[in-house]
Structure formats: C-alpha cells, structure tokens
C-alpha cells in the first residue's frame, strides 16, 4: 500500500463529514430539528475548545461556561449598547476570554489535580454571581437584542435560521482545524508531555507553566466566540442562560463520553448528547429538568469502566486490530 494513501483517506474522510454537515439543513426542513443541529454543532465546537485545554494538555476545567459568558456578554453589550457589530464583538469577547484566562491561569495552575478542577468551578460560580449584580450588563434582568432585518452583518435571522446553522459550522470547522493542527505540532506535543508527566516534562526542557497559559487563552478565545453566536442566535441573555454550571457541563462530558484528547470525540458526543437533552427536554417539560443529565453521568460511569479512552478510543482500537 502507498503510504499516502491512509493520508489521502483521513483528508477525504474529513472533506466528506464536513459536506455531510453542510448539506443537513438541505434535507431537514422541520425549524424544531433545524435547531436541534444548531446547538449540536454548536457545544461540538465548545466541547472541542474545551478539549484543547482539558484533552491535550490535561488541564480538567469546570469553569468554562464563565469565558462561554464573556463573549456572550461582550458581543450584547457592544452591539446593544454601542451599536457595535457582533463580528467585532465576538473578537472582543474572544481577546478579553484569553486575557481572564490568561490571569486566571496565572492563580490557578499552581494547583494541581481535583484542586484545579474545583478553583476553576469557583471563580466561574463567583463570575455567574458578580453579573447577577451589575447594573451595567443588566444583572439579573440580563439583556434583549434590537429586533431588525435578516442580516449576516447583524447576525439576525428571524425568518429561517439555517445561516445560523452554517455559521456554526463554520466555528466548529475552525476549532476542528485548529486542534488538528496542534495535534503534531510542537504546542501538541508540549501539552501532552505536560498531560502525561509534568515532572519529566520540565526535565526534559518543556516549559510547563507557558505551555498551560497558551492552551487556556487559545480555549478560552474559542469558547468566547461560541458565546458570542449564542448570543446573536438566541437573541436575549441573563446571567443563567450563558453562565450556569450546565454550560461547562455541556462541553465536558461529550469529549469526557466520546474521547478526551481526540480529534473527532467532541463531534460524536454532541451528536449523542444534545439531542437526548432536547428529547427530554421536549417530552418531559419542566418534570424532566436535570433528567438528562442523570443521563450524561450513566454514561459517563458506564463508558468509564467500560472503555476509559472513549467510544472514539473504541472504534480506532477496532480499526488498529483490522490492520
């Protein structure tokens, strides 16, 4: 076999996953499902920012539904208030992420472990609480976007929503490039050294605490940007809506589900999860709150003990043992 041929495979393998996506709002017309795959591609891309930092690097963050809320915050509050446009916000929103997160980092990765994973779930409950009380983002009353006439320079699209489904797809392309980039990059191989032993890592010349700082403000900047789609797609914000703890919950457990540290983990464990999560939603009502995630935490469990590197981690063994 040529040896370029399993690199031709993969590079049609992607091409033809990306068009299957492409051409799904072609065949679905039902606006509910339409919207189903918005927020599936949506938490794909977040689950794979997120996965840069918790996958690669091995930093397990339960905060990022606080740098989720800085870009949906930053693109409102310039949009609404100044009348800035949403693309502009959203690079906003994504610079003042990497810069949190930057400081945030500079505080936390001291720590080590579950005492990590815990600070940053608390700086992020107390970023959720500091909002709820600002006046100037509208605290708890949060903020309503301007209705005005479908456009891709507003964002708004009232009418039909599929240029939001392209956008989306957009995002999750470029956070899927970016990753695979990384991958066998030499960033790539830092935060894996760093993920499997920081120790020896340090010893052999990889600068650990520069390594994490970059992988969080390069998460943190892809998130925020989801935050600010989210935003223009939803079209009104408050502090719960874009800065619970379900958030981060939503970008941990696809890539925790499917394959932390894969390329294609995120994108599998979206398309399981959030549709459950809409089904429960849709059939249960306000009774079935938190049904879903009772849910997630099975799998999770179930997947843990069963196959620890994922379903993805599954299927490649499989392929590796057919070879």
């Known amino acids: 076999m040529n040896a370029t041929t399993p690199v031709f495979a993969g590079r049609a393998g992607v091409l033809g996953a990306h068009a299957a996506l492409a051409v799904l709002p072609l065949l679905v017309a039902d606006p509910y499902l339409r919207n189903v795959l918005i927020l599936m591609l949506m938490y794909a891309a977040l689950a794979q920012a997120w996965n840069i930092l918790g996958g690669y690097c091995g930093q397990i963050s339960l905060g990022h539904a606080l740098y989720f809320g800085v870009g949906a915050y930053a693109t409102s509050v310039l949009y609404v208030q100044y009348g800035v446009l949403p693309w502009f916000g959203m690079v906003a929103g994504a610079g003042l992420a990497a810069v949190l997160a930057l400081l945030l980092g500079w505080l936390c990765f001291r720590l080590k472990g579950h005492y990590f994973s815990i600070a940053t779930l608390v700086i992020a409950e107390i970023g959720l609480l500091l909002v709820h009380n600002w006046d100037w983002v509208g605290a708890a009353m949060g903020i309503q976007w301007p209705l005005g006439p479908d456009s891709w320079a507003t964002l708004q699209f009232a009418r039909d929503?599929?240029?939001?489904?392209?956008?989306?797809?957009?995002?999750?392309?470029?956070?899927?490039?970016?990753?695979?980039?990384?991958?066998?990059s030499r960033w790539g191989y830092w935060w894996r050294a760093v993920k499997d032993n920081p120790e020896a890592s340090e010893s052999l010349g990889v600068t650990v605490f520069r390594s994490k700082m970059a992988a969080a403000a390069l998460s943190a900047s892809?998130?925020?940007?989801?935050?600010?789609?989210?935003?223009?797609?939803?079209?009104?914000?408050?502090?719960d809506s874009v800065m619970h703890f379900r958030f981060s919950l939503l970008m941990v457990l696809p890539v925790v589900l499917c394959g932390i540290g894969t390329l294609w983990g995120p994108l599998v464990g979206a398309l399981i999860l959030i549709p459950l999560t809409e089904v429960t939603r849709s059939y249960m009502g306000g009774s079935g709150t938190g049904i879903d995630l009772i849910i997630y935490g099975a799998l999770v469990m179930l997947v843990a003990v069963l196959k620890p590197e994922g379903l993805v981690g599954l299927f490649s063994r499989r392929k590796g043992a057919s070879s």
Do not use: S
């Open 222 to 239: 892809l998130t925020a940007v989801g935050g600010g789609f989210y935003a223009a797609f939803v079209a009104y914000i408050d502090p």
């Open 161 to 184: 929503k599929v240029p939001y489904f392209y956008f989306v797809l957009g995002l999750f392309a470029l956070t899927w490039l970016i990753t695979f980039w990384v991958e066998d």
